[in-house]
């Protein structure tokens, strides 16, 4: 038997009144779920290390009626997340909502990489991740609720050439950091889940695409030959998915990788 809910169903994506905080906010998938969320009625901590570019995510947020503040916030660097967590709850008391999406890509082979390239993503993908995810649950978890989505990759889950072992092993780790937080909060409230996406057209990707060591065009097709779609995305189709995690539209749901890869990881 179905439990009715009290709630609409038509509301259960509504994220009026509730605050998300966004890492990655200035930039691609970031900036996208900021301005689409608040579409949905949530108020916008727009982190970034790109300032300025963060400030005008946050200008477009409060043009679409919310609230919303931007922090200049390295993740690699665990200070200036403890930091950006105190400005967030000093103008928004509690915090509802966190997206882990800032990160690097790095590409050099496995028998190149450096010690530096791996220590600094790794900071920025992993530990960066988890830190945002601490100071996030010391506020949810005394309210008992809240959802934090981190933005994985399907890199999390399969291998691919061109020299990505350093992401894939950020992403993989975020992957094991999502379902282990998502079964120690899951009592207290917290979900815990991640998406998992294949490549879309965002200037994060276009930063891949002029790397000299590739031929953008090569590249695309290789892309697209392995997407069952047969296409990259676009930026705003991380939207749904993000808001489906983030919102009460998932309650039951937690722990899980979602792939938004146009069928990727099915093959
Ligand atoms: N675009 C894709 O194809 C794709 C696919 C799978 C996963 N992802 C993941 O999605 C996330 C967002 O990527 P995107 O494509 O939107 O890239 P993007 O480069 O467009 O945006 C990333 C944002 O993160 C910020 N950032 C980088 N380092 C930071 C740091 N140390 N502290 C704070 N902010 C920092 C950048 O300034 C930028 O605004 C990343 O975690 C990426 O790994 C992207």
């Not at 901590?45 to 609230?67: C, H, M, P, W, Y």
């Not at 931007?70 to 967030?88: C, K, N, T, W, Y």
């Not at 220590?119 to 005394?142: H, K, Y």
């Amino acid at each position: 038997m179905i439990v009715a809910s009290k709630r609409f169903m038509r509301d259960l994506f509504d994220l009026s009144g509730r605050t998300a905080l966004i890492t990655g906010a200035a930039s691609g998938f970031g900036e996208a779920m900021a301005l689409g969320f608040a579409e949905f009625g949530c108020n916008i901590v727009a982190a970034d290390i790109a300032f300025d570019k963060a400030k005008n995510t946050a200008s477009r947020v409060e043009e679409l009626g919310r609230q919303a503040l931007a922090l200049r916030m390295d993740v690699g660097q665990p200070e200036e997340i403890h930091a950006g967590f105190l400005s967030a709850a000093e103008r928004f008391g509690g915090l509802d909502i966190l997206v882990n999406s800032a990160g690097v890509s790095p590409h050099e082979a496995a028998e190149d990489t450096a010690i530096a390239t791996w220590d600094r993503a790794i900071d920025i993908n992993l530990r960066g991740a988890f830190l945002c995810c601490q100071e996030a649950a010391r506020r949810m978890l005394p309210c008992g609720k809240g959802s934090i989505v981190n933005i994985s990759s399907i890199s999390g889950q399969a291998g691919y050439p061109r020299g990505a072992a350093i992401y894939s092993a950020s992403k993989g780790g975020m992957d094991a950091i999502t379902r282990q937080l998502a079964i120690e909060w899951a009592k207290r409230g917290i979900r815990v889940n991640s998406l998992a996406p294949c490549q879309f057209m965002t200037p994060g990707l276009r930063e891949v695409m002029d790397d000299p060591q590739f031929d953008p065009e090569k590249l695309m097709q290789t892309w697209t030959d392995n997407i069952p779609i047969g296409r990259v995305g676009e930026a705003w189709e991380i939207v749904g998915p993000a808001l489906f995690l983030a919102s009460d539209a998932s309650s039951m749901v937690t722990g899980v990788s979602l792939p938004v890869d146009g069928g990727y990881l099915a093959r």
